[in-house]
Structure formats: C-alpha cells, structure tokens
C-alpha cells in the first residue's frame, strides 16, 4: 500500500512523464491521458481516502474517470 | 491494524458516510463530471478545428503550467498530512502542515495571475478564440475554487490554533481537505487537456 510521500512522489514522476512525453510526439496522447487516469487514483485513494470509502464510492469514481479517459482517447482515433 | 485504519475501516461498510462527509462527495462528483463535461465538448471543438486549437494550444506556457501542477499537488501532499497528524493527536504538526498548504494554494495563485497577466497583455482575452474562451473560462472556474479552498483552509488553520479540533472530533477539517483534493483534481483534468494534448 501507497504512504502519502511515495503517493507524492509518483504524482510528481508521472506529471513530468507526461509533459515529457507530450513534447515527444503527439503519438502519445493515450499514455499521457493514463498517467492523468493514475495521478487521479493516488489523490482520490490515498489523499482523500477513498480506500475507505463504501465500494459503491469506489466503483463510482472509477467508471467516471475511465469513462472520460475513453471518450478523450477514441475521439482522437 | 493502527488506531487511525481501525477509525477508517469503519467506514467502508457505511455508504452514508464516506471520509468528510456524503455532502463533500456528491458536491465532488457534480463538479468533476462538470469539468469532464466541459472538457468533452472542448475535444469534440478540437476535433473540428484541430489546426487553430494547436497554434493556440502554443501560445501557453507548459513549463508554468507543469510548475503550477507541482505546486499543487505538494499543497494536496501537506493537507494529507495533515489530516493524518490530527487523526494521529499531532496538533501542532497539524497547524503547521496546514500552514504549509495555504501557502503553496496562493503559489499557485501567483502563477497562475502572471500566466493570466502576460495573456492579458498580448490581448488574449475571453473572446480571442473558441481555444482561449474555454481556457479562460476553465482555468477561471478552478481558480475561484482554488480560492474558496484558501479561505476554507485558513478558517481550518484558525480552528486549529485554538483547539477546536482533536483525533476524535475532525471530520470539518476532513471535509476541508476533501473539498481542497477536489481543487488537485479539477486541475489534474485541465493540466493535460488544455497544455499538453493536442
């Protein structure tokens, strides 16, 4: 399980990933909206504690947040 | 199992009272599918004019915007802990880790006023194009919710100081630090759509 400070420092590897990987090639986007779907996750898991939350909390945020990481990717197929 | 997860577990079989507080939750999920909403038209006007959102997409600065998303997160990163300190009976670190988050909250806001300074100055307003009337727009909403995090905050601080809140009796400061999370991941929605994908 994540602690705060290792939750704090991917945050910060996976948002300099992505601003790398956007400066690379617009090939990228599907791997810059999953690192975004990640960072997403640690805050709402492990800052906010949804860890502990009922499932249906859980369940809910995770259908919203891969639903629109979807609707970003294939609308730019 | 620590006396802070023994307290958390409680709640996973309570759909009622989810950390901070049902009210908190819903008010999070309206505004993240807002800003979702929002950013799917956004895509969708992309799709249809992807040459003009590009050279506009330019014009922004991704190095502040990448500073402007450390910041924030490291202010998220503080309220955590601070939270967890105040669950631990940790008052004092509390305060002070709660300080540390207002100050990276206005940070963020001085960035973001220079960002919105230099636009300003090369006539990029509201009305320049359909790439600039959405950042604005976007990027405006979350700083007024950036700011109304800050005053939340500071009243926390406050209460803090004076003992209002221990272990036991905080679930104001958990709501505050829901409400400030809510703040980290409205942004983490704007950051790549409006700088870094295009």
């Known amino acids: 399980m994540l602690n705060n400070k290792t939750g704090w420092l991917l945050l910060i590897l996976f948002t300099l990933a992505g601003s790398w990987l956007s400066g690379l090639s617009h090939a990228f986007l599907a791997l810059v909206m999953i690192l975004f779907a990640l960072k997403f996750f640690i805050i709402s898991y492990q800052y906010m504690g949804l860890r502990f939350a009922h499932p249906f909390w859980r369940y809910s945020i995770n259908i919203v947040v891969l639903g629109f990481v979807s609707v970003i990717i294939f609308s730019s197929l | ?198």
């Open chain 2, 1 to 198: 199992m620590s006396s802070e997860q023994h307290v958390l577990s409680r709640e996973k079989n309570d759909i009622l009272h989810p950390p901070g507080g049902i009210l908190i939750w819903i008010l999070i999920f309206l505004e993240v599918i807002t800003f979702m909403i929002a950013l799917s038209v956004f895509a969708y006007m992309r799709s249809r004019n992807a040459a003009m959102f590009a050279e506009s997409q330019a014009m922004l600065n991704p190095l502040l915007g990448t500073v402007n998303t450390i910041v924030l997160l490291s202010s998220g990163y503080f309220m955590a802990e601070a939270v967890r300190k105040l669950r631990a009976g940790l008052l004092k670190l509390s305060v002070r880790y709660t300080l540390v988050t207002i100050l990276l909250g206005l940070v963020f806001i001085a960035i973001k006023s220079f960002e919105y300074s230099q636009k300003i100055e090369h006539g990029i307003g509201l009305e320049y194009n359909t790439f600039f009337t959405f950042y604005w727009l976007l990027t405006g909403f979350h700083l007024i919710h950036v700011s109304v995090g800050i005053v939340i905050l500071v009243f926390i601080y406050f209460s803090l100081r004076k003992g209002r809140y221990d272990a036991r009796d905080h679930e104001d400061v958990e709501t505050g630090a829901a409400f400030w999370h809510m703040c980290d991941l409205i942004w983490m929605l704007l950051f790549p759509m409006l700088y870094l994908i295009n």
